[in-house]
Structures are given as structure tokens and as C-alpha cells.
T-cell receptor, first 116, second 115 residues
């Protein structure tokens, strides 16, 4: 158990809908990262938040957004869903200090999103 | 651009034997970190081992060890005394030392352990 929690574990929805994925980081971690893992692709970095502020953006679509709340949990919002958005979405957390091998990312169990 | 290549989509090993998974990376940086993550059928991403590029000594964690060849940009994972529970996808990952939000993953190697 990495200490990172994600809810829900599974989500099935229809095209055009909007969903929210939730992540709680490990105790003491300030950074949260979101990744997408599709069947035909490896893990793709989406976005990072550090202590409530957006720190970096990766391959995140404009239909997707995220935020990190004062209690440090994070939510990833996916809207106008398309079939191709079906994937496993991972949240990871780290201390968030700049650099350092101790700033290793620990992953949650993931949320499997199926868009029908 | 930094890229990570795992040239073995699938590998298999007999239980109790040793297997080595390959990973190469491309970077112009001198200070970086390398990781191996394991993804079992549960799909959880589990950190197996990590290596600092400035360290010449290869990292080890129980039955898991790495062969880090900085000049060759190679970072292979050796699993000794393989167990059925080692069956999983293994991902090699790289990130620059000063940038903790730019972690790059390889495509993964699926390891099968035969009883």
C-alpha cells in the first residue's frame, strides 16, 4: 500500500458526460501528479499540483482540468468524454521538494474509466 | 528530448531462476534518476528500485538489482530467484534531478513466471 488513495476504482459513463476522479496523497506529500495509461500507450503525464498550485502541465487535453484543495487532495475533471478517453488514470504523490531522489513518486491504485 | 526504451515487450522466466529486463534512455543531462516500477494484474504501480545517476554503485533491493551503465545509458533490472508473484508489467522510468514533474516512462516489459 503506497498510502495514496484514489476513488472511485471503476467508472463507467457515456460519451459527452463529465466525471470527477479523486486522489488523496500520502501523508506529508505536497505534490500530486496525474497520469493517463491507455491500452496502446504507456503512462502519460497530465498535470502536477504542488501545495494547491498548478506546477506543470503535460499532455492534458483542454477538456480535462484538475485542482488541489487546501487539504491537499486533488480532483481530475474530465468533460465531454469521448471513447478514446477510456483509460486507467493514476494519481501519484511526492514530497514535492525540488529535485532529490527522495522526491520519488508513489502511485495510487488508479481509476479505470470506461466511456461507452 | 529524453526518451526511455524497453526493447523487450515480453519476457518469461522459470520460477527460482534469474531474469534481466533491459532499459535504455536518451538524455543530455548529467544528473538524473532512474526507476523501475512494477505493475501486477491489480494495475497498482509499485516502486521496485531507484538509482541516482551520480552514484556508481548499483542499487539493490533484496532480490532486485540494477546494472547501471551511465556511459551506455543503460539501466537493466535483474530479478534473482524469481517468484510467481514477480509476474507483472515492469516499467523503466527516468527523470531529471531538478525536475520532479517530468518523469518519462518506457512502454513496459511483461514478465511471465513459469512454475
Amino acid at each position: 500500500d503506497s498510502g495514496v488513495t484514489q476513488t472511485p476504482k471503476h467508472l463507467i459513463t457515456a460519451t459527452g458526460q463529465r466525471v470527477t476522479l479523486r486522489c488523496s496523497p500520502r501523508s506529508g506529500d505536497l505534490s500530486v501528479y496525474w497520469y493517463q495509461q491507455s491500452l496502446d500507450q504507456g503512462l502519460q503525464f497530465l498535470i502536477q499540483y504542488y501545495n494547491g498550485e498548478e506546477r506543470a502541465k503535460g499532455n492534458i487535453l483542454e477538456r480535462f482540468s484538475a485542482q488541489q484543495f487546501p487539504d491537499l487532495h486533488s480532483e481530475l475533471n474530465l468533460s465531454s468524454l469521448e471513447l478514446g478517453d477510456s483509460a486507467l488514470y493514476f494519481c501519484a504523490s511526492s514530497l514535492g521538494l525540488a529535485g532529490g531522489v527522495t522526491d520519488t513518486q508513489y502511485f495510487g491504485p488508479g481509476t479505470r474509466l470506461t466511456v461507452l | 528530448a529524453q526518451t526511455v526504451t524497453q526493447s523487450q515487450p515480453e519476457m518469461s522466466v522459470q520460477e527460482a531462476e534469474t531474469v534481466t529486463l533491459s532499459c535504455t534512455y536518451d538524455t543530455s543531462e548529467s544528473d538524473y534518476y532512474l526507476f523501475w516500477y512494477k505493475q501486477p494484474p491489480s494495475r497498482q504501480m509499485i516502486l521496485v528500485i531507484r538509482q541516482e545517476a551520480y552514484k556508481q554503485q548499483n542499487a539493490t533491493e533484496n532480490r532486485f538489482s540494477v546494472n547501471f551503465q551511465k556511459a551506455a545509458k543503460s539501466f537493466s533490472l535483474k530479478i534473482s530467484d524469481s517468484q510467481l508473484g514477480d509476474a507483472a508489467m515492469y516499467f523503466c522510468a527516468y527523470r531529471i534531478a531538478y525536475n520532479n514533474n517530468d518523469m518519462r516512462f518506457g512502454a513496459g516489459t511483461r514478465l511471465t513466471v513459469k512454475p
